[in-house]
């Protein structure tokens, strides 16, 4: 205890400055202090009194015990405690007692005590708690650290002070490191294994490790942040804090930073890196959006922008375009629901961002830009119209409130579609072509023939199409170019729904004008924009070929002449290749098809010529080059995972990161698909059988066809860019159909079946000719299976089936809906991307499982038995000819479908024909692929198999009439391999199944072994076992029977051992 003086007058008493004291080392009141501090003493006990009222106290510190005397006299101050005074008298005690008496006391005392107490004690005596300081430190405390530090480990400081002459300069004689402590080095932070850390972006978007070699002057700025200083770059809570600035360039920054972010999300390079708060970032960007300071405003739309647009997908869909694909367009919505404000503005964004997007009125925002801010910056303009592009192709209630929002189409097309404009290079966009401005109008002419029809007559656009195709400056440059190319695409979309006739007629001059130019200059080696400018006039006149035949007839001749000897010469020199390059050849024959196949019997053209030039491309080495990749070039074929977006924002899926190129193989640099797709399309569109013939049976195409037929996995079925593969498959079996009687068909009936799956809705034509023309046509069944079943006489139930393919047929026809519902393709030009697949893998099952899952009482007891009649009459076709195919499906899944047949109707199945077609389906079956069933497996189309099994259990039970076939259904889950859970279900919850039981085992279709081996070690279904055995609650005959002694008695004979 440090000493003190106490006062007389009870105030401490003043200190007063020694003046001997000098500053030479450190402050003069430290020195002061310190040297009071070595003057203190320490206070002893006095006995004797003094004079003065209040006498110095001192206490006597480590008192060392001693034996007292009874003169001794003990004065206890204030301060001495109770404690002590206990200490002293146990201390006094101890010095009478002999250390035979200590111990003696000692073992009495832990006698008494509780042997935890004492265990407690002790590991207290060797493991003394640290003492915790609850104080604050002082500030001297807390600036020893920075004073111990060397001025070597402060670079700045060390480069200041390393300058000549610098210990002359005005107080810098001495060094204070706590001022200088915060220019040190950070020390480099140490992430551990698995350990989570949040995410740091720097101004270009990128992800950046969790640490830097070293601080630069490139990546100074990125350290710039309070939190985690020796971690460089920002996370998005901080931008988040940056956008709410007061400083313009701070969010400015900010923003841009988010939409680098955005931009390299979209391009899935951080797929199942990190995951962007979506719906956080947009109310974000929707509240800076509401700024008119021109740099912000920018960036916020720009981030807007880029958080709903995808330009990757963008840009696949108008490269389709360039072969004469793709031509409907993808709506991009989530739901088709009108916006009913019964949710708030948080779920709307979690459900339907788009939706979310246009309730924050945002077509108000873009058109008070457009209209009042009038922003100098063409990339703010540019990115509106991409919003609006985006809000267009969305769902129809979206697209229809844009299109009618009062002022916002008349303005885009006013300030950005003009149809007078200088040709000067402007740095406004008003009263400048757009093409964006173009493209928004196409998307929007694409949702339906209003719509096409007010752009036509109320707005006037194809005034303006007309002025850029007629305005030869344009064709000078690249961004003329690609505006003329939107024009043509918006022309033709409008051509479709039968508008813009007369423009034909008056712009026909500039037309011829443009096909001379390209046919006399442009070679197949041309530009990606030169090419795309002749692809869009071809899509064009074949567009119109369709609505007005004869007046393209004139154009026709002169590419016939000229433009196809030329191009085709071309391309069997090509040394080299890419997709791009393909595009002219791809749209000059896709007008060739749609000449041929609307041409009038009065019309006539020189085909022989173009089939001549067909056959040599087909059988030329460049063709064959083209066509070496058409296996990676598949989705069908190349398992990719693709970019996944969010729920709440649809996308037409492009993007395929680990991929060649980072996109769907269809669309890849080296795809051939585009390309074959038009040659297949126009080859079997042709009467020429021959050139039919040479198509297939090219090496690489019967390569491709094979890939497809020794493959039982396919990919990418409902992606939205596999529509043009599908196509290619239809043209190739339309072939294959017309060329039956030259071709060994196994090849191709296996492809067409092993293709159904990849059909979508809008195909069900195509599916409805492959059933009636390959699936279900006698015909066409391999030569090979119908020399392996010559003996069809033998067996009654295949050759009843055969002679009723017909009826076989109609059944899956009005089962898959393949008549219902039929989109045609000449009214259409936009298709929701979510059209899913008509053909599961399982189709040949499709009946039972309709049946199944719709409410059987609904349809009469006639109508479920041709049903499902006929649909075990094709299963048993099906299993019989094309085995192969049929293995396609899991064993599993197949007798989980059949016994779907029990769960309709009470009495169907005891009819005999359902009986014996179940028989016969179920035998084969067990026949071949017992030992691969597997109940515990997830089971496609079901929650679980216990749950059907449950299903099954009850109707059994209760409509079975001791059914001996539906008795071998129950008895195949009981084999001893499957799980234990399904022999506990018959024999305990529904043990009144076994009782009336009475499958005996002769009329077993599998092996009793199956149900014998292993010995059974549940001692929980042993006893029911033994308790049904006991009571006669099983028949003696039943394999039941059987089943539970022999495991009974099993399981005794093993414990007697």
Not at 225 to 231: I, S
Not at 554 to 583: A, D, I, N, R
Not at 1032 to 1051: D, L
């Amino acid at each position: 205890m440090s000493a003190f003086k106490l006062s007389r007058t009870g105030f401490p008493q003043a200190k007063r400055r020694d003046m001997s004291i000098s500053s030479a080392k450190g402050s003069i009141f430290s020195q002061q202090m310190k040297k009071l501090k070595s003057n203190d003493t320490k206070m002893v006990v006095d006995t004797e009194t003094t004079s003065n009222p209040m006498p110095d106290i001192k206490v006597v510190e480590n008192i060392q015990p001693k034996p007292c005397s009874s003169k001794e006299i003990k004065i206890m101050t204030p301060i001495t405690s109770v404690k002590e005074e206990i200490h002293l008298e146990n201390l006094e005690k101890m010095n009478k007692m002999t250390p035979e008496e200590i111990l003696e006391e000692r073992e009495k005392l832990m006698s008494t005590l509780d042997p935890a107490i004492i265990a407690f004690l002790k590991s207290k005596r060797h493991h003394t708690q640290p003492k915790v300081e609850t104080r604050q430190p002082s500030i001297a405390e807390q600036n020893q650290p920075e004073n111990e530090i060397s001025i070597e480990e402060i670079s700045p400081a060390k480069d200041i002070l390393s300058q000549p002459n610098s210990d002359k300069w005005i107080n810098f004689d001495l060094l204070e490191g706590n001022k200088l402590a915060w220019m040190k080095d950070m020390p480099k932070p140490v992430l551990k294994k698995d350990e989570k850390y949040e995410a740091r972006f720097d101004f270009g978007g990128w992800l950046l490790p969790y640490t830097q070699e070293s601080i630069n002057d490139e990546n100074r700025i990125l350290y710039h942040h309070g939190e985690e200083p020796a971690r460089p770059g920002y996370t998005l809570q901080e931008l988040f804090q940056l956008c709410r600035s007061n400083v313009i360039q701070q969010k400015i920054i900010a923003l841009n930073t988010i939409a680098a972010i955005l931009n390299l999300h979209a391009s899935g390079i951080y797929d199942h890196i990190i995951e962007l708060p979506i719906e956080q970032i947009f109310f974000v960007l929707r509240f800076c959006l509401d700024e008119n300071t021109p740099a912000t405003l920018n960036s916020s739309i720009k981030a807007m922008r880029n958080l709903f647009c995808n330009t990757i997908d963008e840009t696949c869909l108008d490269c389709m375009l360039g072969f004469g694909l793709g031509k409907i367009q993808p709506v991009l919505s989530v739901d088709e629901d009108v916006d009913d404000n019964t949710v708030n503005d948080q779920q709307l964004a979690e459900q339907n961002l788009v939706k979310c997007l246009f309730r924050s009125g945002i077509l108000i925002r873009i058109r008070y830009i457009i209209n009042v801010v009038k922003p100098s910056d063409i990339e703010t303009i540019v990115n509106c119209l991409d919003i609006l592009i985006r809000l267009a192709r969305d769902s129809d209630f979206i697209a229809r409130e844009l299109y009618e929002f009062d002022g916002l189409i008349e303005s885009v097309v006013g300030n950005f579609m003009p149809k007078v404009f200088s040709t000067v290079q402007s740095t406004t966009a008003y009263n400048t072509p757009m093409i964006q401005a173009v493209k928004l109008m196409r998307v929007l002419a694409s949702r339906n023939d209003k719509m096409a029809s007010h752009l036509v007559n109320k707005y006037k656009v194809l005034d303006s199409v007309a002025t850029y195709l007629s305005n030869e400056n344009l064709s000078l440059n690249t961004a003329g170019l690609k505006l003329q190319i939107e024009s043509l695409r918006l022309w033709e979309t409008l051509a479709f729904w039968g508008f813009s006739l007369d423009y034909f007629k008056v712009l026909r001059p500039i037309l011829l004008q443009l096909i001379d130019y390209h046919v006399k200059n442009t070679n197949v080696d041309a530009s990606w924009t030169i090419q795309t400018h002749l692809s869009a006039i071809l899509n064009l006149l074949a567009q119109f070929a369709v609505v007005n035949y004869h007046g393209v007839l004139e154009y026709v001749k002169v590419l016939f002449e000229s433009g196809l000897p030329k191009w085709m010469t071309q391309f069997l020199h090509l040394s080299t290749y890419s997709c791009g390059k393909l595009q002219i050849l791809s749209c000059l024959i896709h007008l060739l098809t749609v000449i041929l196949k609307f041409q009038p019997a009065n019309v006539h053209l020189p085909w022989e010529n173009v089939y001549k030039l067909v056959e040599m491309l087909i059988t030329s080495e460049t063709f064959k080059m083209v066509t070496e990749n058409i296996k990676s070039s598949s989705n069908f074929l190349n398992n990719y995972e693709l970019f996944k977006s969010s729920d709440n924002l649809k996308m037409s899926k492009s993007i395929a990161w680990n991929a060649v190129d980072h996109i769907v193989p269809v669309l890849q640099t080296k795809s051939c698909i585009p390309f074959v797709n038009k040659m297949a399309e126009f080859i079997a569109e042709s009467t020429s059988t021959n050139l039919k013939l040479m198509f297939l049976q090219h090496i690489n195409i019967n390569l491709y066809l094979k890939h497809i037929q020794s493959s039982y996995n396919f990919y990418l079925t409902s992606n939205w860019y596999t529509k043009m593969e599908a196509d290619l498959i239809k043209s190739v079996l339309k072939m294959a159909v017309h060329s039956q009687k030259q071709l060994d068909t196994s090849l191709y009936y296996e492809v067409a079946v092993k293709s159904l799956c990849i059909f979508t809705a809008e195909m069900k034509p195509s599916v409805e000719y492959l059933f009636s023309n390959i699936i279900f046509c006698r015909t066409f069944y391999p030569s090979e299976v119908l020399l392996k079943h010559l003996n069809i006489q033998d067996d009654d139930t295949l050759k009843t089936a055969l002679e009723d393919i017909v009826n076989i047929q109609k059944v899956y026809v009005d089962v898959l809906g393949l008549q219902q519902n039929v989109i045609d393709l000449q009214k259409v030009r936009s298709l929701n991307v979510s059209q899913t697949n008509i053909m599961p893998l399982d189709w040949i099952y499709s009946p039972i499982i309709a049946l199944y899952s719709n409410e059987p009482s609904k349809i009469s007891e006639v109508a479920q038995n041709f049903i499902i009649s006929n649909c075990l009459r094709w299963v048993y076709i099906y299993e019989t000819y094309f085995p192969d195919l049929a293995n396609m499906i899991n064993p599993t899944d197949k007798f989980c479908r059949l016994a779907c047949t029990y769960l309709g109707s009470d009495s169907l199945f005891l009819l005999p024909e359902i009986q014996n077609l179940l028989r016969t389906c179920l035998n084969q079956i067990l026949s071949n692929h017992d030992d691969d069933l597997d109940f515990d497996k997830a089971i496609h189309g079901l929650k679980s198999f216990q749950d059907l099994y449950t299903q099954l259990l009850e109707q059994y039970q209760g409509v079975s009439y001791g059914d001996k076939l539906f008795g071998q259904f129950m008895l195949v889950p009981l084999a001893q391999r499957h799980n234990v859970k399904f022999r506990k279900a018959m024999w305990s919850e529904y043990a009144a199944i076994v009782q009336i039981f009475n499958v005996t085992e002769d009329e077993l279709m599998t092996d009793v072994q199956k149900y014998l081996d292993p010995a059974e070690e549940d001692v929980s279904l042993l006893k029911c076992y033994q308790r049904t055995v006991s009571v006669g609650a099983v028949r003696k005959t039943s394999i039941f029977y059987k089943i539970a002694t022999h495991h009974v008695n099993a399981f005794r004979n093993l414990n007697n051992a």
